[in-house]
């Protein structure tokens, strides 16, 4: 797996480095079921992205913020009947790998009606260098807690709901021609609560999922960021 940073040297004082924050998560309640039951989804998210401002020169003026659309994926396995492991990544930010316990409810392989509450958690990170006259090495880890809770009303249709905390770090080192960014080194960090719904509508082994939510990005020297997002994502379950 290869995880991939977006670095671009744009600003007219010479260096710009953005990165990514996810946005929409589509995580369901329900685990696999069984063992080694699976799924793969290709995702269109909504995406934050963080450009540090170096304007003046310095680290010490927060970033800038922007949505963009990005593509994301995701993988998870069952490992035991309520417990599955998974592996998410969105484009431009870093991969996570974790753990969904289903304390409530039957499995996505029982089909069963009813209420269904889980808990995950995610942890990854990367680094990453560019090459050329101006270069900049910089390192985005980043951990993920949710709390998830929906209803399956029949073995088409789940509605869900997803509250979630993550907490990530940038840490980088500019090399520059220009004696101005020459030896910088930004460092910030990243606090985003998150409130999610959204809807999974099943097709046998087929499936497709539609979700909004709303995001608060609070960032190291810079104004809280609240954004309402959308996304949507299709998959396969094995």
Not at 30 to 43: A, D, H, I, K, N
Not at 113 to 123: I, V, W
Not at 125 to 151: C, I
């Amino acid at each position: 797996m290869r995880w991939i940073f977006l670095l671009l040297l744009l600003l007219q004082v010479g260096c710009a480095t953005k990165y990514i924050i996810p946005g929409n998560r589509f995580m369901t309640p329900e685990s696999q079921g069984g063992v080694f039951r699976s799924t793969v989804e290709l995702q269109q998210s909504t995406a934050n992205q963080l450009k540090v401002n170096v304007t003046n020169a310095s680290t010490q003026d927060g970033v800038f913020h922007s949505l963009t659309n990005k593509t994301g994926y995701a993988f998870s396995t069952s490992f035991l009947e309520q417990l599955d492991l998974f592996w998410t990544h969105t484009g431009g930010g870093n991969s996570l790998f974790g753990g969904k316990f289903q304390f409530l409810g039957a499995s996505k392989a029982a089909n069963g009606a009813g209420h269904k509450m889980a808990l995950s958690a995610a942890l990854g990170g990367n680094e990453h260098e560019t090459e050329g006259s101006n270069k900049v090495e910089f390192e985005l880890s980043g951990s993920e807690f949710q709390l998830l809770y929906g209803y399956r009303f029949n073995e088409f249709l789940l509605a869900y709901s997803n509250l979630a905390y993550a907490h990530y770090n940038f840490a980088g080192q500019i090399t520059s021609s220009n004696p101005a960014l020459n030896g910088l080194s930004p460092a910030y960090d990243n606090k985003v609560a998150s409130l999610y719904g959204g809807a999974e509508i099943s097709f046998g082994v087929v499936f497709g999922k539609a979700e909004c939510g709303y995001q608060m990005l609070k960032t190291t020297d810079t104004k809280d960021k609240a954004n309402f997002i959308f996304g949507y994502a299709l998959g396969v379950n094995w």
